[in-house]
């Protein structure tokens, strides 16, 4: 009996080491994207790509998927649209990629709609708006939690006209994302009857607004809707504080990008203060799920050494749940079948650290989670306060809402 | 809606604007409006310069300005190195260097747009001074100071470079290797040197103009691609060479965007540019203050 144990015992041993080399020796799964690591783009690319890069030592660390290692294919496509459908087709065709992730952005996304739709392949989108509107791809998976297409503006607006506002003026870039912002504004604000009184696209590489500034407060709006790009808002904010706005504005922002990182909020500083804008996940009650804390600690260790935000809020939590998403779905349905994973995410809410998520038909979140925070008490030059609740307080959406809005415009900046 | 106020605070700012594009295309007018150097590079020597500004003013607490003085030997040297650099491998050895210069100046461009973002990464940076963030009430108007900083610093620069160029023996040596390089070289003259010499105070002005870039609006490592066209447009917008026609051409520039931004609309602000180069042009095919 002892012998007949031992020679079992012996080859289930044999046979277990056996399998596990296999495992060892099978390729790895290989996710193929490219990145903004330079140009325009870069400064979200990178703690975005940080994100997924950490998701894949966790996941790697508990074994894979399906028994075999993560391994990523990343290119830097320079912010430039121009550059994506090539790496993209590289990535299909010669690297063999099994899965793919989109860039950062709605820019450089956009042109592979089109490429990732004829082969079938699930995109993961990583913070593009509205790329898949027209294409009606149906295993695109935003990782953004924009939700419907008008959220945003509505957020905003409700905010505005709770606090008495009832004109609207629209400044926004004059590129395709914050145009698509510009557009909802537009039909929520005819929908409420609130009237337009200043809609002006300025052009990128705009230098100086103070001239934009004058013109905006001549027109008197209550609420100001500013859809811009980084080095934008931090040059609006500038001529703000300089020119000013007018007494009359109770509410100031909403869509303007780069006051979500951590370098320009610690440099524009007290000038931030009133501003109401959108963000993705903020460090307030309410906020954390399982492994959202774990993440931005170890988040925190690495970016010194990227070089990339050191505060990583806006992109980096949702490049990890890009790959919760994936592995969730891989997990599920045992296989990297394409149309077996876009069933399962269609299907089922997944729990990552930015919170569950669910997909509707478009491939966007069901419900919209993006938040409309102010920024209340900044002070200049200290970038550790923004890692403390109540420097953002939340507005929208309500079950997360985390304090009061301070209005008129001018008030809150004092 | 039209009004008489906002038309003269469009002017106003417009000739704030329009002096800072001069200081920060003046040395672009010595390089190419005089050396007629393919100096593309010349917006990345800029955000270089100003990327120095920050590290002076972010690290050890140095007044932006002060700091753009303070690099400005350095900057000098660089451009004589520069200089050299593109006579000992383009210049020299043929007829088509201006073609060839382009891809040269192109390529130290992209090197310093990697290596900006190698070392300080790929976010914005700003500086913090006491002139930044503020503005005067002048008139019931409300003027940025960093503008008015960036007004005095402008005009200084052109005066400096003027007086330079047309009262020192090696101003006029420049002047002379721009009009005729045959005839400095048979007065028994080494123009390489005096073009040399010249690149590298082109490049030196950067210095302080990169400064001003800072102070007016943040940067990142492709802040340069921004720049190219309008600091190109200034300079043949004034007639190659000229000083004093920077500093016009470039507060005409100022002017039309901010009063086309301010009463017409932001998007066509750009076209501005080049509609009023094309127009200048067209009357005057040798640019405001240059010559036939």
Redesign the interface.
């Known amino acids: 009996m002892k012998r007949r144990t031992f020679l079992g015992a012996a080859i289930t041993g044999i046979g277990v080491s056996l399998i596990g080399k296999a495992g060892a020796d099978q390729p790895p799964i290989k996710i193929g994207m490219s990145m903004p690591l330079t140009g325009g783009l870069a400064g979200g690319g990178k703690p975005s790509l940080l994100g997924i890069e950490i998701w894949r030592d966790d996941i790697n660390a508990k074994g894979g998927m399906l028994g075999r290692k993560v391994e990523l294919v990343v290119y830097d496509d320079k912010s430039s649209a121009s550059e994506t459908p090539a790496l993209y087709s590289k990535l299909l065709d010669i690297d063999k990629v099994d899965l793919l992730f989109a860039p950062y952005a709605t820019v450089p996304t956009a042109p592979i709609m089109p490429l990732v739709k004829q082969r079938g392949m699930v995109l993961i989108g990583n913070f593009s708006f509205q790329v898949n509107s027209k294409i009606h791809h149906d295993m695109w998976f935003n990782n953004a939690p924009w939700g419907p297409a008008d959220a945003w503006a509505s957020a905003f607006l409700d905010i505005g006209q709770k606090a008495g506002g009832k004109t609207v003026a629209l400044l926004t870039a004059d590129q395709e994302f914050a145009q698509n912002l510009a557009k909802t504004a537009r039909e929520v604000a005819g929908k409420r009857n609130l009237p337009i009184v200043f809609d002006q696209a300025y052009p990128p590489n705009t230098v100086e607004f103070s001239s934009i500034i004058r013109a905006l407060s001549a027109a008197k709006p209550d609420i100001v809707y500013v859809a811009s790009y980084p080095p934008d808002s931090a040059g609006i904010l500038r001529a703000v504080n300089e020119i000013g706005v007018g007494d009359n504005v109770k509410l100031f922002g909403g869509g303007m990008v780069g006051l979500q990182f951590g370098p320009v909020m610690a440099k524009m500083g007290s000038l931030l203060n009133g501003v109401v804008n959108f963000n993705t996940w903020l460090p307030e009650p309410g906020m954390y799920y399982d492994g959202t804390k774990a993440f931005f600690e170890e988040y925190s260790k690495r970016a010194v050494a990227a070089k990339v935000d050191p505060l990583g809020f806006y992109l980096a939590p949702f490049g990890y749940a890009s790959g919760q998403l994936i592995a969730a779905a891989v997990k599920a349905t045992n296989s990297l079948d394409q149309k077996a994973i876009a069933k399962y995410l269609h299907e089922n809410e997944v729990k990552t650290i930015v919170g569950p998520i669910a997909f509707s038909a478009d491939g966007e979140r069901k419900e919209t989670a993006t938040l409309q925070a102010q920024f209340q008490g900044i002070v200049d030059n200290n970038i550790d306060q923004f890692k403390k609740p109540g420097k953002q307080v939340i507005l929208f959406p309500e079950k997360l809402k985390s304090g009061n809005l301070i209005t008129p415009f001018e008030a809150a900046r004092k | 809606?039209f009004?008489m106020d906002?038309l003269l605070?469009?002017v106003v700012?417009?000739v704030l604007?329009g002096c800072?594009y001069a200081a920060v295309s003046i040395g672009l007018s010595v390089s190419f409006g005089l050396l007629d150097v393919p100096q593309v590079a010349h917006p990345a020597f800029l955000v270089m310069a100003s990327y120095a500004v920050f590290f002076l003013n972010d690290g050890y607490d140095i007044d932006p300005l002060l700091a753009g003085v303070l690099i400005t030997p350095l900057l000098f040297v660089f451009g004589l190195l520069a200089y050299r650099l593109y006579y000992e491998t383009f210049e020299r050895r043929g007829t088509d260097a201006a073609v060839r210069g382009i891809a040269f100046f192109f390529g130290i461009a992209f090197i310093i747009?990697?290596l900006l973002?190698l070392y300080?990464?790929?976010?914005?940076?700003?500086v913090?001074a006491s002139y930044?963030?503020?503005?005067w009430r002048i008139a019931g108007m409300?003027v940025?100071?960093r503008?008015m900083v960036a007004f005095a610093v402008a005009g200084g620069l052109t005066l400096l470079l003027s007086v330079y160029l047309s009262r020192t023996f090696m101003g006029r040596a420049i002047r002379a290797v721009a009009q005729d390089e045959e005839a400095v070289r048979l007065m028994g003259a080494n123009p390489v040197r005096i073009k040399q010499w010249a690149f590298g105070i082109a490049t030196a002005v950067l210095g302080v103009a990169g400064a001003l870039l800072i102070i007016?609006?943040?940067v990142?490592?492709?802040?340069d691609r921004?720049y190219i066209g309008r600091t190109f447009c200034v300079v043949v917008m004034a007639g190659l060479g000229s000083m004093t026609g920077t500093l016009i051409a470039a507060i005409i520039l100022g002017i039309a965007e901010?009063i086309v931004?301010?009463?017409f609309?932001?998007?066509w602000?750009?076209a501005i540019s080049f509609a009023l180069l094309l127009g200048i042009l067209a009357v005057r095919p040798q640019g405001l203050l240059g010559r036939r």
């Open positions: 809606m009004s906002l605070e469009a700012t417009g604007l800072f747009e990697v973002i300080f990464g790929v976010d914005q940076r700003s913090t930044i963030g503020k503005s409300r940025p100071l503008l007016v609006s943040p990142d490592p492709t802040l921004a901010t931004l301010t009463m609309g932001a998007s602000a750009p």
